[in-house]
T-cell receptor, first 110, second 113 residues
Framework: GIQVEQSPPDLILQEGANSTLRCNFSDSVNNLQWFHQNPWGQLINLFYIPSGTKQNGRLSATTVATERYSLLYISSSQTTDSGVYFCAVVGTSGTYKYIFGTGTRLKVLA | NAGVTQTPKFQVLKTGQSMTLQCAQDMNHNSMYWYRQDPGMGLRLIYYSASEGTTDKGEVPNGYNVSRLNKREFSLRLESAAPSQTSVYFC????????????FGDGTRLSIL
């Protein structure tokens, strides 16, 4: 099955800094989502982005499907950005099975 | 607009006890999913239901059963709970078609002693 790797596993930033999180996947995908899991454990949809580029405020994401990776950019980070960021993919085999990466744990310091 | 609702939010069981986790969605979604999240890890798919009346195994189905009761509800049952099933369980739903995002409930934190 598809393998999903995220990097870096951990990241500590000062408030106001920018960061880039990466998600590599081993096969073609029909669906790719980025999620933020906040310190209370809730999973928040950030982007649905199987290809192309999207922006939402300080966050943006780019997926290059032909090269099998996606990037999540966080600009001017805030302490509320802390938590774990996951990407999840669905392959092209016709099932609806999502495979999650192990996440990037982000801590933003005031 | 409740979205995906999971009950209970917390539960403590003894080894060998049985338990059903409930999930309901009010978005008229066709597909529903159950995941578990262990500490420091991503989510792993237990079972999913692509549409009402169908269920399929995910990555880690052993020790679990599911029921797609109707379009709104998808339950997860532990018949004989084991300490290895201590985890946070998430339910999710999505509308039909491959190019649609999933929506998650807030999770059920389950401890088995």
């Amino acid at each position: 099955g598809i393998q999903v790797e995220q990097s870096p596993p951990d990241l500590i930033l000062q408030e106001g800094a920018n960061s880039t999180l990466r998600c590599n996947f081993s096969d073609s995908v029909n669906n790719l989502q980025w999620f933020h899991q906040n310190p209370w454990g809730q999973l928040i949809n950030l982007f649905y982005i199987p290809s192309g580029t999207k922006q939402n405020g300080r966050l943006s994401a780019t997926t290059v499907a032909t090269e099998r990776y996606s990037l999540l950019y966080i600009s001017s980070s805030q302490t509320t950005d802390s938590g774990v960021y996951f990407c999840a993919v669905v392959g092209t085999s016709g099932t609806y099975k999502y495979i999650f990466g192990t996440g990037t744990r982000l801590k933003v310091l005031a | 607009n409740a979205g995906v609702t999971q009950t209970p939010k917390f539960q403590v069981l003894k080894t060998g006890q049985s338990m059903t986790l409930q999930c309901a969605q009010d978005m008229n979604h066709n597909s529903m999913y159950w995941y578990r999240q262990d500490p420091g890890m991503g989510l792993r798919l237990i079972y999913y239901s692509a549409s009402e009346g169908t269920t399929d195994k995910g990555e880690v189905p052993n020790g679990y059963n599911v029921s797609r009761l109707n379009k709104r509800e998808f339950s997860l049952r532990l018949e004989s709970a084991a300490p290895s099933q201590t985890s946070v369980y998430f339910c999710a739903s999505k509308t039909q078609g491959p190019h649609q995002p999933q929506h998650f409930g807030d999770g059920t934190r389950l401890s088995i002693l």
